[in-house]
């Protein structure tokens, strides 16, 4: 038998959360190396399943497949296709820099990096996890860590956005386990495969099709957000540390994506078809509604949030367009805005960490005081706004001219375009913060404030690498990722 | 007419219904408990009325073991009822509401 | 090999960018120098190749010397190429723009000494030098689109380089927003284009567009899409908001944007996809309008403009203008019969980069030179200086011929180009002939309005404590420049430009002056000279008393048609800021999260009042349990 | 004859003594009637030929459980405010009567299968044999000698002193 690299990857960091929960004493700098290791090593791990990688092959990869519980035909099954791997890449990736980014926790440690191990291993897991109940367990477990996180190393109303985060996503959860129970007793299996070469459309009466496809997507709509589902978003995002703001924003809301091409659309290719007006006009005007919030946000985490709900419009308009060019666009945005918003994030995060203040009105002046700060900021916030050589553009263009040739939806010309405005807002947002964060002249009460230091430069400046990589050459994601999205359009046309 | 069974279920029905008011109504401890033998026992005429009537007498054991039921709970809730007053000074059961949280 | 020198003609600059960027600022920023002299030997690279691809181009077959491409991406039906092209236009192109940039990097060692971002105002205009080299040379649209953003960027970075200025800050931001207006437009038609054509390749647009294939309403929305990305960049009506404002940046900077690297950009996409867009009647007659009227309109502007920067700016936009209205009056021509499809497309593009080819050099020269004369005065406003002749005597020359240049006065580069575009207004769209010819007359005031003010008369004190000692002429590696430009704002109407883009548009040297229609503009460009002598020269006419007589329209001029006004204040400020956007905030706060938190109220509310039925009373539980068995009792009753 | 006579003097003396428990103010003189009600239905026993039962009637409530009673309220100082009845008092009545009346109309209603001929000779062997034979209920009757032996062990624990 192979090595099983996925389990490796999955639940390493869940040995690295015993180890740190075990060691004995509280000496932060062994508790952090030791979470540093085990995450670099889960990294490094899904860096050599990404070379591994065989791209012309069609269906999961790296598979391990067990009976769990036989009698519900239950099964331990894991595995990666072109869709899932470079999202497995993404987590890990921001993982290993989530625990850097937290290297100056100092508040309750040996917990905090359990937690944080922890919540990476939930959402490894939905990616890899080819059966519906263990995507369903993966799916819930990464709540709990996630609360733990908000509500106690959060800032502001964090119990609030805490429970609130929690209880909306249990609520999209429970609808996601009674369609995955309909569905069950349906089809008799959970296997995802399976499931997807069924062609359940045709099978079930378009009733039941389609209630089943809606029960399960308001779990995805809630996590992607779509609005009117985002309202979680802006207030989770703000209130929780910052590495956890950057894995929210970063990996967590694509696990909304991933369910939606992964389970909705891959096992309901023509009910999604059937409804994808809806998804495209929700979707333009999240865009539009995202940005127009953004604009009017003063908090510097709440202008980033609220743009995460006008970017994620750009996924769900990909998504929904349903066609091979524009999902793989979709999901090299999701990729792309995993690792901007990471970053933008973490910027904050820094300014914060720095200045003690979070308001736009209350900053200025910063780029004297905190020039690589201001410098990578800016570049985060380009790639953000789309500029052409980051991963914005690359992402958005892909996404852009896939939906507007897409031929699933009459006069969806029209909505592509009511969503490239989305592209001038976000030039507005963007540069309207940097302006009044960074530019104009600088204010005393700020002099003596620290730029960033050599472990912060360490990780901005991998984000940047990566961001200005997947700009310059995303045809390294788009050769493993079209390799998932194929055989999805392959069911939609076929 | 002449007694039948349904005289002694009827009975029975009226010695329940009236210990069921005193169980409800009552604010002595002491009367509820007392109320509450009285449903026993209008349970029991019901049993033996059955019993004398169907011609089986399991009824009637039966009643023996209620009788050791009622006669244990007398005890026990007795015990409860002293054990309270000791603690509260009363035995008024609109005083109590331990139920709550 | 010649692809690898095409190449590199602007990859040099990318590479000096990435020196200073990686290397020079982190490691030797105490030596800023190192960062002048890689991005000017870069630049320097990117011209000699730039002067041999002109050569080579001259000589090559068809006059292309490179067209390649490569595969970037490949994902189902959609393939983007990257891909460059070396014909004579971007010949033109890459001459003129590497010139004017290497002059600029020269005199920006001077103008720039000791200040702080030194080795970042090198990289930026590396990066920006070899933007607008990748964007004259890109062969499909996504490719041009990249650099296309990467120009406004280095726009932004440059504009907004003195950042701890607020205004500067602020200005940044306008040119990026509203260009990025014009880029949306452009974004929407390529993807549009691509759609329906199935490639970016601009070639193979043009093939499609001329055979026919492209056309009917498609062929408009695309052409027009794409000309209001033109008119973001070039700052044409009604985008042009942003380009007086950018005069916030350092002032070699704004030579270059006026030049060479930014606004040219517009036009030149005009004018490389000038056959696809000339296809359309409705989008080329939209192209010559929008032209003709930003050229008076700014012109008009510029008349009141107290800041010597911001009078070059109106010039420019007018300017640019003047391209527009050629190619447009070429392809209405072309539309309306008048001139076959050959001589046409070569003809537009003909007209148009012959101006810009001579604009580069003179704007240029104008531009550094009031650079120079802030250098020595403090001050960029023209009420503060005066009698500057005697102290800056290469300068005041330099400028002159500058503005004689760009007042079209025979024989200085200004005429030529002009003429062209003059000649061709007047036979295919006489009304914007006529506003054309006005705006001649206008361009000539202001610029002498500037001469006069800024060179004659008395010093009227500059910048109160900004260069405490006695005015003096700018240092050599400043007038150098200035010099070599002169030279060209003289001799580059001479160049056969046209000839070498495929169309004749010159007239013999004293052959020109034998047409009516070079007499009118030369009537005209004199008469502007002389009201401007005798109303500021010779102060036979007081400038305050016009004003005042002319009141209203004056303060219209001034505050720039309020446009400024009904874009920020009314449409940003009120309509959206104030009105949209709160409330959508309102909604978003109390309808949407109002209905998450109202379901949330509801569950908690409910159990409340649920909570007080949860006595603790025994008797009332034992109520309870009989009323539940009494409801099932009549729930069987019912139902049995 | 006779027997139905009994019947009827007993039913209405049981069930005014029950009324009287639950209506009284006075404690004490609840206790007395519960004990008068525990009589009469002894005799309703009798007249159901349940001989035995009629006996441990006697013994146990009359006896036993009475005494408890009397004992209870005497260690029990509330005894002085008497009985009153709680605020639930009309919804009680309420629920009673109607409870009264879904139970009478349903016994009245149902079809009971009567045996006519009425036995006479005493049940005290039968239930013997029912209890004690091969299949009866020791087992139960077993579990419930240990329930009394737990009771009391319970009732002297709860009522100890500390």
């Given at each position: 038998m192979e090595f099983p690299y996925l389990s490796a990857i999955i639940f390493l960091p869940v040995i690295g959360a015993i180890i740190i929960a075990l060691l004995p004493g509280a000496n932060p700098r062994r508790i952090k190396l030791t979470a540093a290791l085990f995450t670099a090593v889960s990294f490094a791990l899904s860096l050599a399943l990404f070379a591994m990688f065989d791209r012309s092959i069609d269906g999961p990869q790296f598979v391990e497949q067990f009976s769990w519980i036989p009698a519900f035909n239950v099964q331990y099954f894991l595995g990666v296709d072109g869709l899932s791997l470079p999202l497995v890449l993404l987590t890990t990736f921001i993982g290993f820099l989530a625990v850097l980014i937290s290297w100056k926790v100092d508040l309750r440690i040996k917990e905090y990096f359990a937690w944080l191990l922890l919540l990476e291993m939930g959402i490894l897991g939905v990616f890899c996890s080819l059966d519906l109940i263990l995507f369903f367990i993966f799916w819930e477990v990464e709540l709990i860590p996630m609360y733990m996180l908000i509500s106690i190393w959060g800032t502001g109303r964090k119990e609030y956005s805490a429970i609130k985060f929690v209880l909306y996503t249990l609520f999209g959860s429970a609808f996601m386990l009674a369609g995955i129970l309909l569905l069950y007793l349906q089809a008799?299996?959970?296997?995802m495969i399976v499931l997807a070469g069924m062609g359940l459309d045709s099978i079930l009466s378009s009733m039941m099709a389609g209630g089943i496809f809606f029960l399960i997507i308001v779990a995805y709509a809630i996590k992607l957000p779509i609005v009117p589902f985002h309202t979680w978003l802006p207030d989770a995002h703000t209130d929780a540390p910052t590495a956890v703001s950057v894995v929210l924003a970063g990996v967590l809301l694509k696990m909304g994506g991933y369910g939606m091409i992964r389970v909705s659309v891959s096992i309901f290719p023509e009910t999604a078809e059937r409804y994808a007006l809806l998804f495209v006009v929700i979707a333009v005007i999240g865009v539009i509604y995202g940005a127009a919030l953004t604009l009017r946000q003063t908090d510097l985490k709440k202008l980033i949030a609220y743009s995460s709900v006008s970017h994620m419009g750009f996924v769900l308009l990909g998504i929904f367009a349903l066609s091979e060019v524009s999902m793989t666009g979709a999901v090299l945005q999701m990729v792309s805005h995993g690792v901007i918003t990471g970053l933008l994030f973490a910027m904050v995060g820094l300014v914060y960490y720095k200045t003690h203040e979070r308001s736009i009105p209350r900053l200025g002046g910063l780029v004297r005081q905190m020039p690589v700060i201001a410098v990578v900021f800016s570049i985060a916030g380009f790639a953000a706004l789309g500029l052409p050589g980051t991963s914005g553009f690359a992402a958005e263009a892909i996404t852009f001219v896939g939906s507007y040739g897409s031929t699933i939806v009459s006069g969806i010309e029209i909505y592509t375009i009511l969503a490239i405005t989305g592209v001038v807002f976000s030039a507005g947002y963007i540069l309207w913060m940097l302006r009044r964060v960074f530019y104009g002249p600088p204010w005393d009460e700020y002099n003596g404030v620290p730029d960033a230091d050599r472990l912060e430069k360490v990780y901005i400046f991998a984000f940047v690498a990566v961001i200005m990589l997947i700009g310059l050459y995303p045809v390294i994601f788009t050769n493993v990722i079209k390799m998932g999205i194929q055989p999805i359009v392959g069911m939609i046309n076929g | 007419m002449a007694v039948g069974l349904e005289h002694f279920l009827v009975l029975s029905a009226v010695l329940f219904a009236i210990g069921l008011y005193g169980v409800l109504a009552k604010r002595n401890a002491v009367v509820i408990l007392m109320s509450i033998e009285i449903m026993l026992t209008a349970v029991n005429i019901a049993m033996v009325a059955f019993s004398r009537y169907g011609q089986f007498i399991t009824g009637q054991v039966f009643v023996i073991f209620i009788m050791v039921v009622a006669a244990a709970e007398v005890a026990v809730g007795l015990a409860l009822i002293i054990a309270i007053y000791r603690s509260k000074k009363t035995v008024d059961s609109e005083k109590f509401d331990l139920m709550k949280w | 090999m010649p692809n690898i020198a095409v190449w590199a003609i602007f990859l040099l600059p990318f590479l000096s960018f990435l020196i200073i960027g990686l290397i020079l600022r982190p490691f030797?920023?105490?030596?800023?120098m190192l960062s002048a002299y890689t991005t000017i030997i870069a630049i320097a690279g990117s011209l000699i190749l730039s002067i041999w691809a002109l050569i080579a181009v001259n000589g090559a077959e068809n006059h292309v010397l490179t067209d390649v491409s490569y595969q970037w991406l490949s994902i189902g039906d959609l393939v983007i190429n990257i891909g460059i092209t070396m014909d004579s236009l971007a010949a033109i192109m890459v001459v003129t723009v590497s010139t004017i940039s290497l002059l600029v990097q020269i005199y920006s060692i001077g103008y720039m000494k000791g200040d702080g971002g030194f080795a970042r105002y090198f990289a930026f205009m590396s990066l920006f030098t070899g933007s607008m080299l990748g964007l004259v040379m890109a062969n499909n649209l996504l490719f041009l689109f990249l650099f296309w953003e990467g120009v406004g960027l280095c726009s932004y970075l440059l504009i907004g380089f003195w950042f701890h200025k607020p205004s500067a800050a602020r200005a940044a931001m306008k040119a990026f927003l509203v260009t990025r207006i014009g880029d949306f437009g452009f974004l929407v038609a390529v993807i549009f284009l691509y759609v329906k054509t199935g490639t970016f390749d601009i070639g193979e647009l043009h093939e499609l567009a001329l055979a026919g294939v492209l056309g009917g309403t498609t062929l408009t929305l695309a052409a027009i899409g794409i000309f209001s990305g033109a008119v973001g960049k070039s700052g044409q009506f009604p985008l042009h908001t942003w380009l007086p404002d950018a005069m916030e940046g350092p002032t070699p900077v704004s030579a270059l944007i006026h030049a060479a690297t930014m606004v040219t950009a517009g036009v030149y996409l005009i004018a490389r996809m000038f056959p696809m867009i000339a296809s359309s009647e409705t989008a080329i007659t939209v192209v010559a309008i929008i032209g003709g009227f930003t050229a008076i309109f700014a012109a008009s502007m510029g008349l009141v403009a107290t800041d010597i920067k911001r009078v070059l700016a109106f010039s420019t936009i007018s300017q640019l203008g003047y391209m527009m209205l050629g190619m447009g009056a070429v392809g209405m021509g072309y539309a309306s019969g008048a001139i076959d499809e050959h001589h046409a497309m070569a003809l537009g593009v003909a007209v148009a980069i012959f101006h810009l080819f001579t604009h580069a050099f003179f704007k240029a020269l104008l531009f550094l030179g009031s650079g120079s004369v802030s250098h020595a005065t403090g001050t960029f406003d023209m009420r503060k200086m005066g009698g500057l002749r005697k102290i800056q005597p290469w300068t005041y020359a330099t400028f002159l011929i500058g503005s004689l240049s760009l007042a079209g006065i025979w024989p200085l580069a200004g005429f030529w180009s002009k003429e062209g575009i003059l000649h061709e207004a007047n036979a295919y769209a006489p009304v914007l002939f006529w506003l054309a010819m006005i705006t001649v007359f206008m361009t000539a005031f202001y610029m002498f309005r500037a001469v006069f003010l800024t060179f004659h008369g008395e010093y009227r004190g500059g910048e109160e404590g900004s260069h405490g000692h006695g005015l003096h002429e700018s240092p050599k590696i400043i007038i150098i420049p200035l010099v070599i430009l002169a030279v060209f704002a003289v001799i580059a109407g001479w160049l056969p430009v046209g000839d070498f883009l495929g169309a004749d548009v010159h007239f013999s040297f004293f052959g020109a002056l034998t047409s009516w229609l070079a007499w009118v503009s030369l009537i005209f460009g004199f008469a502007g000279i002389l009201l401007a002598y005798a109303i500021y020269g010779r102060k036979l006419l007081s400038a305050e008393s016009i004003g005042k007589s002319l009141g209203p329209i004056y303060t219209l001029l001034i505050r720039k048609y309020f446009i400024d006004e009904l874009y920020e204040r009314i449409f940003l400020m009120r309509f959206l800021v104030d009105g949209v956007f709160v409330v959508l905030g309102w909604i978003d706060a109390h309808i949407v999260d109002g209905a998450v938190n109202g379901v949330a109220m509801v569950t908690m509310t409910g159990g409340k009042v649920m909570r007080r039925l949860e006595t603790g009373q025994l008797q009332v539980y034992g109520l309870a349990i009989f009323v539940g068995i009494l409801a099932i009792v009549a729930f069987l009753f019912m139902f049995n | 004859m006779g027997m139905d006579i009994a019947f009827w003097i007993l039913a209405v003396v049981s069930v005014a003594s029950a009324l009287a428990v639950v209506l009284t103010r006075d404690l004490f003189r609840a206790a007395l009637f519960l004990v008068l009600c525990f009589f009469t239905v002894a005799g309703i026993y009798a007249t159901l030929s349940a001989d035995f039962l009629a006996g441990a009637q006697v013994l146990i409530y009359v006896g036993a459980i009475g005494v408890f009673i009397i004992f209870a309220i005497m260690l029990?100082?509330?005894?002085?405010?008497g009985s009153p009845s709680g605020r639930l008092r009309l919804p009680a009545l309420f629920i009673g009567f109607l409870f009264l009346a879904t139970m009478i109309f349903a016994l009245v209603n149902t079809d009971w299968n009567v045996v006519a001929e009425v036995p006479t000779e005493s049940t005290t062997s039968a239930i013997a044999h029912a209890i004690f034979s091969e299949d009866g209920f020791v087992l139960a009757f077993e579990i419930a000698a240990a329930l009394m032996l737990a009771a009391i062990i319970g009732a002297i624990v709860l009522v100890r002193d500390k």
């Open positions: 008799g299996t959970f296997d | - | 030797f920023n105490n030596r800023p | 029990t100082r509330d005894s002085r405010q």
